[in-house]
């Protein structure tokens, strides 16, 4: 399966069918994670960890045996590269059979934190279970998913944008139509629908809209879902990253996050 199909076909998983990982599956995945890049060059730590073994849980989580998480320096982007490799590694599960689910809130931060050994400096943003979906939801699950419109999207005519913040962009390239339909399928916390994106000719400009009450914490988890998103859209464009924001206004709430060059 290509990763446009993986990014198609992915979904959150919260209900697994509470077996442990195979053997050839747990093998792969700590392959994977001992060196997952991201354009900003920023290294994020991966680590399986066993729910038993650390008593770990979430109570919108059912039938997982294992989570994974991930520790990064906090730094200057260290939340927009925490979110483009652990979407990478959230991907590389799912070609093996394994859901996840990202999880930011509904559990037990300082347990998470202590079992993945975070230390003064680092930040473990998110987590996700990890394991194989049960073959049915729960009715938890399902409740939660309508509750915050998991399927549902904004059009493309409100996202994406031509010249100015006026202009919705229209292309005949499809490899560029595709990548601009894989940023709106990319996994996000409750499904806020943060990124604009401008394209100004080869460039396209990445943007993070801020909803309220997100950015005065500790750290932003929409700039996790600005990660995850510039991962699908350059993924499926092989497009290179510079940190050069436009002279230009943006409008009220948005933040200048990054551009692809294609």
Known sequence: MDRMELIKTRRSVRTFDGNPLNDQDKKKLLEYMENIPNPYKIPIEFTLLDADEHKLSSPVIKGETCYVAAKVQ????SEEAYGYSFEQFVLYAWSLGVGTTWIGGTMDRKRFEAAAGVRQGEAMYCVSPLGYPAGKMSVKETVMRKGVKADKRLSADQLFFDGDFSAPLRTDDKKIADALDMVRLAPLAVNMQPW????????????????????NRPWDIQKIDMG???????TCTDGRMVLEEPDMAAGENMEYMATVIV
């Not at 995850?228 to 350059?234: D, R, W």
Request: charged letters at 15%; a positive charge.
């Open 74 to 77: 906090t730094q200057p982007h």
């Open 196 to 215: 604009r994106i401008l394209r100004i000719g080869s460039a396209y400009h990445f943007y993070l809209k801020h909803s309220k009450g997100y950015a």
């Open 228 to 234: 995850i998103a510039l991962c699908h859209f350059m």
